[in-house]
């Protein structure tokens, strides 16, 4: 059955749908020898479609999770031959990440050859959670978290509301999660908030998490942790369960407890000897 060219790319992982396009309109691509343009169809199995002069053929699906450590791009080459994500992946798949981390941020990094998993899990109208636990160079105080719970006002805009917690006492870790995807979204919201980030680590995207995975490593993603995934996108706007941390609340006195229980019985026996 024929398809569009991009979707037929994307699902050969060659690139996401968007980026297929894009080596469309530079002519690149061709179907039975013939230059493609953009809204031309094929099929594959029947028509030979190549890009820069090469055959394509479909795929198997592979959907990996990488710790990603600090000191590495998220791309598959660099011009500026720093380390990049693809020399941690040993698969012979071209494989692409969904979304990115900075070059300074370590953690959870999804890789895939699957474009339209991709355009799915990035496309902004889903709102997918995204967790991060940063370290910050000062406290951060209540105007502060107040500020990231209704939104910081940054020089492309206003940012959405984040939930924060407190992980530890010191108030120099938080844990923030977003929806956004924004170029250093988490550092640049902290930053105007008067605490500069110093370490940041991602842990958590939709219901997948990093587990007990090493950094530097990485694994195959479960079949129902895929399906996990696409089931959210399915629902644009459905929020994953909070990552439970540390609370740095005060536990209730027990013995407050008690007397309210004391308190009840009394009660109680007040009225049954009415």
Request: glycine share 10%; aromatic share 2%; no cysteine.
């Amino acid at each position: 059955m024929p398809e569009r060219l991009q979707k037929i790319l994307s699902s050969a992982g060659v690139a996401s749908r968007r980026k297929s396009e894009e080596m469309i309109e530079q002519g690149r691509v061709a179907v039975n020898g013939v230059t493609a343009t953009v809204g031309d169809q094929a099929e594959t199995g029947v028509d030979v479609i190549t890009v820069d002069g090469r055959s394509i053929s479909a795929q198997r699906k592979r959907y990996l999770v990488l710790n990603k450590p600090q000191g590495h791009v998220t791309t598959l080459a660099d011009p500026q031959g720093r380390p990049t994500v693809a020399d941690l992946v040993d698969v012979p798949e071209r494989l692409f990440p969904v979304g990115r981390l900075d070059y300074d941020t370590e953690g959870l990094l999804i890789l895939t050859n699957d474009g339209d998993f991709t355009q799915r899990i990035t496309h902004p109208s889903y709102e997918i959670e995204k967790v991060y636990v940063a370290r910050v160079a000062t406290p951060i105080g209540l105007r502060a978290l107040d500020l990231l719970r209704t939104g910081v006002q940054l020089e492309d805009g206003m940012s959405a509301p984040a939930k924060v917690q407190i992980v530890y006492r010191d108030q120099r870790t938080v844990e923030l999660t977003i929806h956004e995807g924004r170029n250093r979204m988490v550092r640049r919201m902290l930053a105007a908030v008067g605490s500069p980030v110093t370490g940041l680590i991602r842990t958590r995207i939709g219901h997948l998490t990093l587990g007990d995975l090493p950094t530097g490593k990485w694994r195959e993603m479960t079949a129902v942790e895929v399906a996990g995934l696409q089931g959210e996108v399915t629902a644009p706007g459905r929020s994953a369960p909070a990552t439970r941390l540390r609370s740095t609340r005060s536990p209730r006195p027990v013995g407050r407890r008690n007397d309210d229980r004391r308190a009840g019985s009394t009660n109680r026996g007040a009225r049954s000897s009415r």
